[in-house]
C-alpha cells in the first residue's frame, strides 16, 4: 500500500469525524473548534437550560442518569439565526431547524392548535432555502390525557395532517419523525429539521407505514416516514424514527419492557436495512459509534435493565445514549428509540 492510499482509506475511515456535522451528547455548549456553530442543542433537564443560545431548545424531558444533558448539532459553517412570528430559525448551507416552544397547557381544542403551530412552522420553512422537512421532533404534554378520539396524541396527529394537507405535504413528502410525551400535562414543542440536499425515505417491511395506519388509532393517521438520508454536501445524515415495539401496526409485549426492547431491536435492524436499500453508494448502515441514539423510557424505574440489555446487543458506548424519561404516543407501548448516525 502507497502512502497515498493510507492518507484515503483513514479519511474515508474518519469521514464523519472530520465531517462538518458534528453531533455529540455532552454537558455544555463547548465547541469542537472555533469555526463551529450551533445548528441546534437539545436540552434535557428539569431546569430550564442554563445557557441561552437562540439554536438550544428545552422540551421538558428529564435524562434519566445524569441532571443535565445536551445533544448538540455544531456544523463548520456559517449559521445564520431569525425568527419568523412565532419560530426561531437556525439556518446554514445544508439545513436549517425551525424551532417551536410553547409552555402552555391547551386544553380545549388540542387539534386546532397543533394546526395552528405547524402551519405556522410549515409558513417558517418556506421562508428559509430548505424546502425538504426531513425530520420533525414532536414533544407534548399530557400526550395519553383524554379517552378515544379525545386522547391528545390523536388530536396532535389529526392538526397535524391537516396542516400537511393544506400546505400540500403528501405522505411521500411526510418527514421521519418523532412523537413522545413530556413529563406533566402542559407544553409542545415542535423542532424540524430541513434541507436542499437529496433525501431519501425509507419505510419498514416489517411494519406498516404509520400514515396507512387502519382507523383504530385515531380519526387522522400520523403522517411521518419511518427513517431517511440525507446527502449533505461534505456528509449523510442518517435518520431513524421514533421506533417502537409495533409490528404491522399492533403493539407487542404490551406491559414488557425487556420484551418490547427486543422488538424495537428488529425494527431498528429491518429499517435500518431498509435505508441501506435507499443509500446504495454508502457503507451498509449499522448503529455503531457514528450514531446518537435517544432511549425514551416510560417507567425511569426500567432504565438499569434497559441499558445493560442495550449495551450488549448494541455495543454503544453510554456517551451516545440519551435516557429520557418520557411517555409513548401508545398507552401500552413503554419504550421508544430514535437517533441519527453521521457518515
Ligand atoms: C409509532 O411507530 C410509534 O407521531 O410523529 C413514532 C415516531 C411514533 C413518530 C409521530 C409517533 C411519531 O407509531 C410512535
Known sequence: ??????????????????????????????????????????????????????????????????????????IDDEVEYSTHGSMRIAE?????????????????????????????????????????LVKVWNYLGGIN????????YRQFSAGRAIAFRESGVDNEDAPTGTGVGTIGDRGLSIIALCSN????????????????????????????????????????????????????????????????????????DSLCDAISEVTPEDPKLILDDQSVLRVYLRNPGDYLAIASRLKDNLGLSADQIAFLHGNICRRELLVEIDGIRVQ
Open 197 to 268: 440536499r437529496d433525501f431519501a425515505l425509507a419505510e419498514n417491511p416489517r411494519q406498516i407505514s404509520a400514515f396507512h395506519y387502519p382507523r383504530e388509532y385515531g380519526p387522522k393517521s400520523p403522517k411521518f416516514g419511518r427513517g431517511g438520508a440525507v446527502a449533505a454536501s461534505d456528509h449523510h445524515l442518517h435518520l431513524i424514527s421514533g421506533t417502537a415495539s409495533i409490528v404491522g401496526h399492533k403493539s407487542m409485549h404490551p406491559g414488557d419492557t425487556i420484551l418490547q426492547l427486543d422488538e424495537t431491536l428488529r425494527n431498528l
Open 1 to 74: 500500500m502507497t502512502l497515498n492510499n493510507t492518507v484515503e482509506s483513514d479519511a474515508e475511515v474518519n469521514r464523519a469525524t472530520h465531517s462538518r456535522l458534528r453531533v455529540s451528547l455532552a454537558n455544555d455548549l463547548t465547541p469542537p473548534s472555533a469555526a463551529h456553530n450551533l445548528l441546534i442543542a437539545f436540552h434535557f433537564g428539569p431546569t430550564p437550560a442554563r445557557l441561552r443560545h437562540p439554536a438550544v431548545v428545552s422540551p421538558s424531558l428529564h435524562a434519566i442518569d445524569r441532571d443535565e444533558l445536551y445533544e448538540t448539532w455544531w
Open 145 to 152: 390525557d383524554g379517552e378515544g378520539d379525545l386522547e391528545r
Open 92 to 132: 446554514c448551507a445544508d439545513y436549517a431547524v425551525v424551532i417551536y416552544e410553547n409552555d402552555e397547557r391547551n386544553n380545549d381544542n388540542h387539534e386546532s392548535f397543533v394546526h395552528q403551530a405547524y402551519a405556522e412552522m410549515l409558513e417558517a420553512v418556506a421562508a428559509t432555502q430548505h424546502p425538504r
